[in-house]
């Protein structure tokens, strides 16, 4: 859904899937939007991948979130519906690589949306341009947060 918004046309990108059923989907729907001829390489990586995919630790995410930069890429109008986190950098996906410089690089990022699904995007974005400090993914852990909002 995101692929159009976030990837140039002619952009080369990779592919990552938990499963190889996720990865062909995930292929079918790139190739309705047009973009197939621009997948540099596609794979399957079941697990967190050291070194490639910094792990997300969410116990000690609860017990010192101030040791984290957190981004908030949900669009203006989730953002303006509550923040979820007080101290988040509010970044809509969509800008987020024309304004990553916005976000501080002194501790390590961390990454969410509404429900876990265009933060891995907004992840990659941000480690394509900021190597200073690991950027992660909250995933599908921002619902624990979510929920009580």
């Not at 990837?7 to 995930?26: C, G, H, R, S, T």
């Not at 930069?69 to 950098?89: L, Q, W």
């Not at 501080?104 to 509404?114: E, G, Q, S, T």
Request: hydrophobic residues 45%; glycine residues 6%; proline residues 7%.
């Amino acid at each position: 859904t995101w692929l159009g918004s976030i990837i140039a046309p002619k952009e080369l990108f990779y592919l990552i899937a938990a499963d190889q059923n996720a990865l062909d989907q995930v292929i079918r729907k790139t190739a309705k939007i047009g973009y197939e001829g621009q997948i540099k390489g596609a794979f399957v990586a079941d697990k967190p991948m050291p070194g490639i995919t910094p792990v997300f630790d969410m116990n000690e995410f609860i017990a010192n979130p101030e040791h984290f930069t957190i981004v908030d890429i949900r669009n203006e109008a989730e953002v303006k519906e509550g923040k979820i986190f007080d101290s988040a950098v509010a970044i809509p996906l969509p800008e987020l690589r024309e304004r990553v410089a916005e976000i501080p690089r002194d501790k390590p990022i961390v990454v969410y949306c509404a429900g876990g699904y265009r933060s891995a995007a907004g992840a990659s974005i941000i480690e394509q341009q900021i190597k200073e400090v690991p950027v992660m993914d909250m995933s599908e852990g921002i619902t624990r947060f979510a929920a009580k909002h």
